[in-house]
Nanobody, 123 residues
Framework: QVQLVESGGGLVQAGGSLRLSCAAS????????VGWFRQAPGKERELLAA???????YLTDSVKGRFTISRDNAKNTVYLQMNSLKPEDTAVYYC?????????????????WGQGTQVTVSS
């Protein structure tokens, strides 16, 4: 089994920064993809960023230039560095693990999910 635990969310003013962490425990998968999603009230869950076991990364257009995804394999942790935060970034942020090859934006293609962490950006 796999457990994903997110941390690092909180309340920040517009223009500020947060770094989210996704710590994984349990068995490892190769190939695999870790994605960061967010879901705001009344909206669908959307993929923001992803990183493969091979190190390839993806960022959706709305966060390019502001967010960065990285991983520390020794700590089994994936990070989402979020800069220049905007009020519209307010949402619950989730990390998820896909135990297959290829980055996909469909939440249904991810096998394991964390519990989510709230990010609130005040104006």
């Amino acid at each position: 089994q796999v457990q994903l635990v997110e941390s690092g969310g909180g309340l920040v003013q517009a223009g500020g920064s947060l770094r989210l962490s996704c710590a994984a425990s349990g068995r490892t998968f190769n190939p695999s993809v870790v994605g960061w999603f967010r879901q705001a009230p009344g909206k669908e869950r959307e993929l923001l960023a992803a990183i493969t076991s091979g190190g390839s990364t993806y960022l959706t257009d709305s966060v390019k230039g502001r967010f960065t995804i990285s991983r520390d394999n020794a700590k089994n942790t994936v990070y989402l560095q979020m800069n220049s935060l905007k009020p519209e970034d307010t949402a619950v942020y989730y990390c998820a693990l896909r135990t297959a090859y290829g980055i996909t934006s469909s939440p249904h293609e991810y096998n394991y999910w964390g519990q989510g962490t709230q990010v609130t950006v005040s104006s």
